[in-house]
């Protein structure tokens, strides 16, 4: 079982929908990670933050808004999106976002864009 | 960039075979994290190399980082059905940071 718990598991939206994604840990990490993986691919980052700050956005369209409400949550709000939009979404979490930190994966979001 | 190379892509075993899984980088490896992922679930971490010649061993699974910190490898040695799935590579992308980027992956099947 994962300690990084994200919900829903799937999720059907349609393109003028407003949507969003949870992840949850209580491990106390300080470092929060979202990543998006299509199919046969690895996963590519989208966001990191660190200490409910955000750190990094890796170009990521507007269309995407994350959240850090405290340390132990991180949501993504989702809002007119795309079909190509459709990919397997997993949080991570990390002790801190240094190295030597190995990231915590939740068993992701399926989102599907209609 | 920093690019991360699997090789082989797939592979299919029949149980109880060794199998080695390599990782080779463009780049000196800061860190290289080994993570097992079953199909459309999240990624389970397995170990962390940082120095060069560091080895390190869980169970039946063995993973090496080599000298120049350019290549890992990870070895399975009497492969069980529960061993499949797909192992992905993953380094950090700059210095010190836990933002990692991952190679392509390889399939793995293993036969009763």
């Known amino acids: 079982d994962t300690e990084v718990t994200q919900t829903p598991k799937h999720l059907v939206m349609g393109m003028t929908n407003k949507k969003s994604l949870k992840c949850e840990q209580h491990?106390?990490?300080?470092?929060m990670y979202w990543y998006k993986q299509k199919a046969k691919k690895p996963p590519e980052l989208m966001f990191v933050y660190s200490y409910e700050k955000l750190s990094i956005n890796e170009s990521v369209p507007s269309r995407f808004s994350p959240e850090c409400p405290n340390s132990s949550l991180l949501n993504l709000h989702l809002h007119a999106l795309q079909p190509e939009d459709s990919a397997l979404y997993l949080c991570?979490?990390?002790?801190?976002?240094?190295?030597?930190?190995?990231?915590?994966f939740g068993n992701g979001t399926r989102l599907t864009v209609t | 960039s920093q690019e991360l190379e699997q090789s082989p892509q797939s592979l299919i075993v029949q149980e109880g075979k060794n199998l080695t899984i390599n990782c080779t980088s463009s780049?000196?490896?800061?860190?290289l994290y080994w993570y097992k992922q079953k199909y459309g679930e999240g990624l389970i971490f397995l170990m962390m190399?940082?120095?060069?010649?560091e080895e390190k061993s869980h169970e039946k699974i063995t993973a090496k980082l080599d000298e120049k910190k350019q290549q890992s490898s990870l070895h399975i040695t009497a492969s069980q059905p529960s061993h499949a799935g797909i192992y992905l590579c993953?380094?950090?992308?700059?210095?010190?940071?836990?933002?990692?980027?991952f190679g392509q992956g390889t399939t793995l099947q293993v036969k009763p």
């Open positions: 780049k000196t490896l800061y860190g």
């Open positions: 190399l940082q120095k060069g010649g």
């Open positions: 993953g380094a950090a992308a700059s210095g010190n940071t836990g933002k990692l980027i």
């Open positions: 491990m106390g990490h300080r470092a």
């Open positions: 991570a979490s990390s002790l801190e976002d240094s190295l030597g930190s190995p990231l915590h």
